[in-house]
């Protein structure tokens, strides 16, 4: 089994996930060196990286998303078998730029006509709820009460959302 110590650069494929032992992993599809040389039809190069550095495992669960680019630096074992994907375990990570648009990580945002809801994004069971503009309506305490906090809402302010 080979291995090397580098850096390489690339963009986050999907988004990570938590592993044993207080670990993270994620596929990186890596930019060749030069990238002029390689022929547009080539398949990507996907490394599978994991991380057990507490500091780099809560930066991948918490603040990279698909599409971000990044450099990280570790020990790459090269892969078994001609079709396995090569292995880095990482011991550094820098991002180089973040995709343009963010994942919602375990939450669902819904259209009640002019307003939008955030199912699940605390453990609390509440829904916040807001104007399509953005402006603050309030928490309903549960899915069910969302259509009386917009009905108060409208009432006080006039049906204007």
């Not at 044993?20 to 599809?29: E, K, N, Y």
Request: hydrophobic share 40%; net charge negative.
């Amino acid at each position: 089994m080979d291995t090397k110590h580098l850096a390489v650069d690339g963009y986050v494929d999907a988004l990570p996930t938590p592993g044993p032992s207080g670990t993270a992993t994620f596929d990186l599809v890596v930019l060749p060196a030069d990238l002029d040389s390689v022929d547009e039809d080539a398949p990507d190069t996907v490394v599978t990286c994991t991380s057990g550095d507490p500091r780099i495992t809560h930066e991948l669960l918490t603040g990279i998303q698909p599409g971000d680019l990044l450099r990280v630096t570790g020990i790459l074992v090269e892969p078994s078998a001609p079709r396995e994907p090569a292995r880095l375990t990482v011991d550094a990570l820098e991002v180089l730029d973040t995709a343009l648009v963010p994942v919602l990580r375990d939450m669902v945002m819904d259209r009640y006509g002019d307003y939008c809801v955030l199912f699940n994004a605390d453990d609390t069971g509440t829904v916040p709820v807001f104007t399509a503009l953005g402006q603050w309506v309030g928490l309903a305490d549960n899915p069910d009460t969302i259509t009386t906090l917009i009905d108060i809402n409208e009432g006080v302010n006039g049906g204007d959302a």
